[in-house]
């Protein structure tokens, strides 16, 4: 029996006066619960319990050492409410990653709204394009959109956004528009990333999916970017709808290739696994997904949109 299991024990004999009723009370047998009284005696040096054939009785050194039990066993009770309170009730600071792009079009006045509803909840928001570890930089919600790289974090999708290829009127009525996959090697391309898989775009040919290089002008680790960019009429852009969906519906930009755009991405919420999830983790991403994952306020066939 563990220290603080024997402490248990000990008060209940000395508050029941019996060892055989401490038993009942702890769902033990007798010996178990002698056995840890005598245990606790042994490592302490000092006899703290007189016995006799009608009642249990505590020496001086076992009265305050009784008194001493009670206040630390009330301690730890207090302590372990308090930590399953913060589980079942969101409270605390809740530390939430997101790209740049997403998180100041969308999630800071979903943020917004989700802390008039949990109002005692203090969020701290980072928006970076750079991919974190969130357990090393102690997030508990880290936004991702796109492909998943393998790892120990549980992942939930909060919702999709369709990739689609823009360009602006201006630079369609100059350069012509692309009507094939292979009609992009004619064209300027913003492209997303400075990698050399960056310089080909994937497409779909009917169910087939392809991968056509592209020349690109402007390379960015920002979609802000490259949308400012084909809007001013620089090139064509292959960008998450999320990120243009107010330019398509105005008219500064226009989707081009609409058969071939690739599948769409999903965005995720990622956690660290943990077998007691907090409240405040799992309340906020219940929320992101009813906000999002229905029909979200990018959908450009949305109603009112």
Known sequence: MDKLAAMGAFTKVVASGSYAEAARRLGLTRSAVSKAVSELEDELGARLLDRTTRRVTPT????AYYERCLA????????????????????GVLRVNAPMSFGMMYLSSAIAGFMQTYADLKVELT???????????????TIRVGALDDSSLVARRIGSTA???VASPAYLQAHGEPQSPADLTHHRALIYGHSTAAQRWKLKDGSASISTPVNGCLASNNGDVLRDA???GIGIARLPVFLVCNEIRAGTLREVLAPHVPNALDIHAL???????????????????DRFGKVPPWQLDAPNS
């Open 60 to 63: 001086e050194a076992g009265l």
């Open 163 to 165: 990739l689609t290829f």
């Open 230 to 232: 084909a809007v001013a």
């Open 127 to 141: 928006l970076t394009d750079r991919f974190i570890d969130p357990l090393e930089e102690g997030v508990d919600v």
């Open 271 to 289: 956690y660290a696994p943990n077998r007691y999830l907090a409240a405040k983790t799992r309340v906020f991403i219940d929320y992101l997904i």
């Open 72 to 91: 630390i066993l009330a301690q730890v009770e207090e302590t372990e409410a308090q930590v399953s309170r913060l589980h079942d009730q969101p409270k």
